[in-house]
């Protein structure tokens, strides 16, 4: 963190228009992530998981990808906040997020998701004991029994389950949060350790992994993954979480999670069409962006009066589709608690 703000604060560059421009644009999607989407989606979440005996099948589903949803929308839309007030004042701070839910696979989803923290993991947990004494001890003896692929995959495997039973950990100290970041570690070691046997199933199977239809199952599958993980990560207990699980596979009834329906979500018409758009939005952002298009950027080289507009008109849906006044309740940040 320190050689990426150090220079940038000794330098003390003095902010300007297009600065504040830039940063602006940036705050106003930042908030409009966290008012708009999370805070909505918020309330179906707590309805089912503060209650989680009372619901069963796609309600049960409903609020795992809710809450998916909501901690991505709240937790990067903060970082776009912070992200957008330093780009103001002339700081570029290192970005946390990069499209995760594009990722093809659980490593490349914790590449893209909470960057920030894997960097962390990877030089102060992962560097350290993969060049400790045991972890090189054990690859001399991997090298005499095993291929080379095997012989260089056990000693890695040791070293990364200390960084994911340490990513669990630094989320909490209950037995929940150590499950759940060794629940990727075992999906994980789990796609390398049979990778060779997959490969050559795909081949003989003559499937074709460089495809746009693999390529999107790939990113499903891992999105499925990554929302039993927040299942994990939400539910008040391991036992809870199992339950849930196994819940939501009993009773499929698509008009629980209909508006209107006595559900106890909370949630409108109006709700559910918000946070679509909201989605639908979010969703084309991330296209873009996974196109390295710089939409900040060419909303800066708008012509004034169109710009002008669209910054008025960024403000005003913040406030005209926040969800916050009466019957809305006020959400403290998630990540304020670890």
Not at 27 to 37: A, D, E, H
């Amino acid at each position: 963190m320190y050689p990426q703000l150090g220079t940038q604060l000794s330098e003390c560059k003095y902010n300007n228009l297009e600065n504040v421009s830039k940063g602006y644009i940036r705050v106003c999607w930042g908030l409009f992530k966290k008012v708009v989407i999370a805070d909505r989606a918020v309330m179906l979440v707590s309805a089912v998981f503060d209650n989680a005996d009372n619901y069963s099948g796609l309600a049960v589903a409903g609020a795992v990808a809710f809450y998916t949803l909501q901690l991505y929308c709240e937790f990067s839309g903060v970082m776009d906040i912070m992200c957008g007030l330093g780009y103001m004042l002339g700081i570029e701070l290192p970005e946390n997020f990069n499209q995760p839910f594009f990722a093809k696979s659980i490593n490349e989803f914790w590449q893209r998701w909470h960057i920030s923290l894997g960097s962390f993991l990877r030089d102060y947990i992962f560097y350290p004991i993969s060049i400790s004494k045991g972890i090189k001890n054990l690859t001399a003896k991997t090298k005499e029994k095993f291929n080379p692929y095997y012989a260089s995959l056990i000693p890695t495997a040791v070293a990364l389950f200390f960084v994911w039973f340490t990513n669990g950990f630094w989320h909490g100290s209950g037995w929940k949060y150590i499950v759940y970041g060794l629940y990727y570690y075992v999906l994980m070691m789990l796609g390398l350790f049979t990778k060779p046997l997959t490969d050559k199933l795909c081949e003989k199977l003559k499937i074709n992994r460089q495809t746009k239809a693999f390529e999107i199952f790939a990113v499903l599958r891992t999105i499925v993954i990554v929302n039993i993980g927040m299942l994990i990560f939400r539910a008040d207990n391991l036992k809870t979480a199992v339950k849930m699980f196994a819940s939501m596979f009993k009773n499929i009834d698509f008009s629980v999670i209909l508006p209107g329906h006595k559900n106890g979500f909370g949630l409108s018409l109006y709700d559910y069409a918000v946070i679509l758009i909201g989605f639908i939005l979010l969703v084309a952002v991330g296209i873009l962006k996974e196109r390295k298009i710089d939409i900040i950027d060419k909303i800066y080289k708008l012509p004034f009066a169109l710009k002008f507009v669209l910054y008025l008109a960024a403000i005003f849906v913040i406030i005209i589709f926040g969800a916050y006044g009466e019957g809305y309740g006020v959400v403290d940040l998630i990540y304020a608690n670890f």
